[in-house]
Structures are given as structure tokens and as C-alpha cells.
């Protein structure tokens, strides 16, 4: 999903920076469909927060529900990253816990060419302890250098610096970064001061394949999503765009998946093309990351549905701001979400939960709510954007770092169950 430029704070994190990096056991061992279904406190936080309306009358009716799994609750990163490092085993399995239907893998591929879960292929810097493991950094694209003479910290370490085997040995941590460290293990800290990094210790990385075999055994829903590379292709001469499409879509083939449970991904629209020409079966579900707005204006970003229409495209998905704007004081659907919805082009959004404390965003802004920043002043208003998109826009379900959101309010509407 979007790029959120990472956090400075010099702060946390100092476990991760001392933790061995080592192999992990088998993600998918032991596990099984949950049935009991745990959303913790914030969802009734949440709910307790709104002002007095019919909506908070509705949604306080379903405080003593029992929660199922929803496939319109889909997880971001995992569905746990307000707290787990992202992309981990552990914060995949947390999404599962709080009802996520749906688990996302970002996918990018290793200097041998095997597939993993990273959320760019140049984060390793960020969301691993990559640095701080010196036979590793050497290996980086740009391996850290220290902040000095007014200069910040840099690093840059992507999948295809290492082998699957050198990716399996790294821990997970919270996607940050300290730009004044003069240290590795000082660059690993950063995290947000509305995150956590009580579980931020050594997230378990996964490989595309140990992803599909854990969201099979957990009985769930997949959304893979091709990551566009940053190095240029065709890598090492012979392996290009299109080849890395059909391993993609390859490895959900050999692993016995059926395409009515895949919901591919793409930001590179010619992905989407590839797929519905080669690979019809699964680019029925296949949506377009369209943020096009971001680069050439709404306007154009409108204008642009009618052409995928045209092509083939069947579910748009782009970030939350495109899909909403403000009148009269209320949020209402965009003119871009009339137009998806007149085409008859399906609808799923990005990402709830990515954001901190509203009060923070109605006072300093907020990419993912920017179109509506001058009416959220609370976190209750969460749920005011959630019921628009739901129930107005129509969207087919919503990406949260925090699956318990959007699983209650599925429950409560009967969305995906």
C-alpha cells in the first residue's frame, strides 16, 4: 500500500537491535482455523467515542455479539502492525485472531529469485535488523552509514541484495528508522509514540510460500500483492516483469490454491493487463492499486475508471482519501466513487488504522484523510468514515493495520461473514 515515509523519534526498539537472528520454525505448524474471535479493547473504545447518533446507537447494540471472521475485514500488513512488526508470522496471526478474512502479503523477490513478504522491496533497512547483523549490511544496496556533520542516518537494503536464506535469518520489527543514529542498533529505533513495541522483538519473516501454507491452515482468504520492483528489470538480464508476474500467480497454482481465493494486487497497472491476458482465472479478482490522483490530480484519476472499464478491470482499490470527501460537514462518496460504482467497477480500500489519534490528524493532516480532515477532530469518527464507505460508496471490504475495526463493524452490518 502507500508509502509512509518513516518515523524519527529516537525511541524503543532496543531489543531488536540485541536479538540473534536466527531460523524459524515452520509458520504454518500447529495451525488451525480460529473460532474464537478476540477484537480487545478498541473497537468499544471506538464505539464509546463517537457522538450520540444513530450509528453509535447501532454499533453499541453489537458490544455483546459474537464475533465471526469477515472476509470485508482485510489485513494490512498482517492486520497487527499498530503493534506487531509487519508481515510476520505474529502479526498475521494477530489479524487472523481479530476476524481478518482476508491476509495480505506484499510480495517481492530475493538475489535467487524466491518470492517473500515485505512490504517494498527496499525496506529491509526499516523493517528488519538488517544493519545491525554486519555480514548482512555489507551485502546492502547502501549499507548504513552514521549520521554526521549535520547529515541524517542512511541505509538502503533490499530482497535482492540477499538470498531467501539471509531474509529467513533476519527479525521483523516495526517499519521506523532513527535518522541521528551513529549506530546500527540505534538506527533500529524510531517507532511511533502511538505504536508499540511491546511485541516488537523478533517478528518471524515469511516467504510467499510459507504465507499461502499458514493462510491455508488458518482456513483464510489470500491477497498477494506484486510489489513494483525497484531495481531495474529484467534483473540480472533474464528475469523480467513478466516472469515475475507468472511465478506470482505460479505459486498460488502449485500450492493448490483456488483463484475465487485469490485477490491479487498491483500498483503497475501492466501487471493487471498481464494477468487478465494470461491468467483470466485470477484476474477476476486481480484489483488495481489506482493512486494516480497522487501524481496527476482527481480529475485525471476519474477520468482514467472509464479506460479500465474498458480493458477489463474488475475492482479498483484506492487509498481511502480518493473514495470520500466533506459537505456540509459530513462525509460523503467522491465523484470518484460515483464514477467506479456507475461502471460497475467493485470497489475495496486502503488502509484504516495507519494513521494515530484523529485529534493529531484534524490538526496536522494526514494523507489517508485528507480529503476529510476538517471534520474528524475525534477517534470515534473512524467508524463515520467505515459506514460512508460501507454503506454509501458500497466498497467490497477495507485494509486496517488493526483488524479488530473493521471486523466489528462487519459483524454488527453482517458484511462478509
Not at 464505539?47 to 454499533?59: I, Y
Not at 475465487?260 to 484489483?287: C, G, N, T
Request: charged residues 20%; neutral net charge; glycine residues 6%.
Amino acid at each position: 500500500m502507500h508509502f509512509t515515509p518513516s518515523l524519527v523519534a529516537a525511541v524503543g526498539l532496543a531489543a531488536v537491535g540485541q536479538v540473534s537472528a536466527k531460523p524459524c520454525p515452520n509458520p504454518a505448524a500447529g495451525l488451525k482455523p480460529i473460532k474464537q474471535i478476540e477484537l480487545g479493547p478498541r473497537p468499544y473504545y471506538l464505539v464509546d467515542n463517537m457522538e450520540d447518533g444513530p450509528l453509535k446507537s447501532m454499533l453499541d447494540s453489537c458490544k455483546e455479539m459474537k464475533m465471526k471472521p469477515s472476509t470485508f475485514s482485510i489485513a494490512h500488513r498482517g492486520g497487527g502492525p499498530l503493534q506487531f512488526p509487519e508481515h510476520s508470522r505474529e502479526s498475521n496471526l494477530a489479524g487472523a485472531r481479530m476476524g481478518a478474512g482476508v491476509l495480505e502479503c506484499d510480495v517481492a523477490f530475493t538475489k535467487d529469485l524466491e518470492l517473500v513478504c515485505r512490504h517494498s522491496q527496499c525496506d529491509l533497512h526499516t523493517t528488519t535488523n538488517i544493519v545491525n547483523i554486519p555480514e548482512l549490511n555489507k551485502k546492502c544496496t547502501t549499507p548504513f552509514q552514521p549520521a554526521a556533520n549535520g547529515k541524517p542516518a542512511t541505509a538502503k537494503c533490499c530482497t535482492s541484495d540477499i538470498t531467501l536464506a539471509e531474509f529467513k535469518s533476519l527479525c521483523s520489527k516495526m517499519d521506523a528508522f532513527n535518522a541521528s543514529a551513529t549506530t546500527p542498533a540505534d538506527y533500529l529505533k524510531g517507532t511511533s509514540n502511538w505504536r508499540t513495541d511491546l511485541y516488537n522483538t523478533c517478528g518471524t519473516t515469511l516467504s510467499l510460500k510459507e504465507h499461502i501454507a499458514m493462510t491455508e491452515a488458518l482456513g483464510l482468504q489470500f491477497t498477494p500483492e506484486l510489489k513494483t520492483p525497484e531495481v531495474p528489470m529484467p534483473f540480472k538480464g533474464h528475469y523480467t516483469q513478466e516472469k515475475y508476474a507468472q511465478q506470482f500467480i505460479d505459486t498460488f497454482k502449485e500450492a493448490g490454491i483456488s483463484p475465487s481465493r485469490v485477490w491479487a494486487q498491483s500498483f503497475l497497472y501492466d501487471d493487471i493487463l498481464y494477468w487478465l491476458k494470461h491468467e483470466p482465472k485470477f484476474a477476476k479478482q486481480a484489483m488495481y492499486l489506482d493512486e494516480i490522483a497522487d501524481f496527476s490530480g482527481m480529475d485525471a484519476a476519474v477520468k482514467n475508471l472509464t479506460q479500465y472499464h474498458a480493458d477489463g478491470v474488475k475492482i479498483v482499490a484506492p487509498p481511502l482519501p480518493y473514495l470520500v470527501t466533506s459537505k456540509n460537514g459530513k462525509i460523503v462518496p467522491s465523484e470518484y466513487a460515483k464514477k467506479a460504482n456507475k461502471l460497475g467497477l467493485k470497489i475495496i480500500t486502503w488502509s484504516l488504522e495507519r494513521s494515530g489519534p484523529i485529534a493529531g490528524v484534524h490538526a496536522n493532516g494526514d494523507y489517508y484523510y485528507s480529503s476529510i480532515q476538517d471534520i474528524v477532530t475525534r477517534d470515534g469518527d473512524i467508524y463515520n468514515l467505515v459506514d460512508v464507505l460501507a454503506r454509501q460508496v458500497g466498497v467490497l471490504g477495507m485494509f486496517s493495520d488493526w483488524s479488530a475495526t473493521v471486523t466489528y463493524y462487519a459483524n454488527c452490518f453482517g458484511l462478509g461473514l
